[in-house]
């Protein structure tokens, strides 16, 4: 099956911009998460999507929002970026298995904030 | 709260000494533990979890409820085992596409 793959893999926006990625999940993975991955932070949980239906979030500003599609692809949007945002953004799908829940994840995006 | 601990940022061995990082855990109830691997310019990847409770690339993590830690260890490190290592939890299945993850050990094994 193919990987977990992620649209556009760098992106440089300007402070007071928008933007939007991408994610595509592997193939019967219904559940998609994001996650933010900075030096200072270290990875941290975005948000998950199931079945076009948000079903956890973590503790980012509402300026950070996603959405899930019927064919399970999902995009994160992030409004009026901040110099903060710069970091690499990584998306995951995961199915449920014999062993509970497994994540397999996209190479991510990085975004730049100037 | 929900939290994991790494306590070492970096740890440098040599090659074929034991090799053991720590992670600690915080979480009320029962979660599932993770550790994932990012070696150099490739993805993070599942290495192993608690409840399959097997090695891999002669890994192995033991999770100790008492002492709440899941600590990973190998006896012999070799070179390709430099890498970046991420400990993780997760809550109950309505949960499990949530991640917690700790700030990471990056392992250098020296030749």
């Known amino acids: 099956k193919a990987g977990v793959t992620q649209t556009p893999r760098y992106l440089i926006k300007t402070r007071g911009q928008q933007v939007t990625l991408s994610c595509s999940p592997i193939?019967?993975?219904?559940?998609v998460s994001w996650y933010q991955q900075t030096p200072g932070q270290g990875l941290q949980f975005l948000f998950e999507?199931?079945?076009?239906?948000?079903?956890n979030k973590g503790n980012f500003p509402g300026r950070f929002s996603g959405r899930q599609f019927s064919n399970s692809r999902s995009e994160m949007n992030v409004s009026t970026l901040e110099l903060g945002d710069s970091a690499l953004y990584l998306c995951?799908?995961?199915?449920?298995?014999?062993?509970?829940?497994?994540?397999?994840f996209g190479p991510g995006t990085r975004l730049t904030v100037t | 709260a929900q939290r994991v601990t790494q306590p070492e940022k970096l740890l440098s061995v040599f090659k074929g000494a034991p090799v053991e990082l720590k992670c600690n855990y915080s979480?009320?109830?029962?979660?599932?533990l993770f550790w994932y691997v990012q070696y150099s310019r490739q993805r993070l990847q599942l290495l192993l979890r608690?409840?399959s409770r097997e090695s891999i690339k002669g890994f192995t993590a033991d999770l100790n409820k008492g002492e709440t830690s899941f600590h990973l260890k190998k006896p012999f490190a070799q070179e390709e085992d430099s890498a970046m290592y991420y400990c993780?939890?997760?809550?109950?299945?309505?949960?499990?596409?949530?991640?917690?993850f700790g700030q990471g050990t990056e392992l250098s094994v020296k030749p």
């Open positions: 995951a799908s995961s199915f449920f298995g014999a062993e509970g829940y497994e994540q397999y």
């Open positions: 193939s019967g993975h219904r559940s």
């Open positions: 999507y199931f079945s076009e239906t948000q079903r």
């Open positions: 979480y009320s109830g029962s979660p599932e």
């Open positions: 608690h409840i």
């Open positions: 993780a939890l997760s809550g109950p299945e309505h949960q499990g596409g949530k991640l917690i």
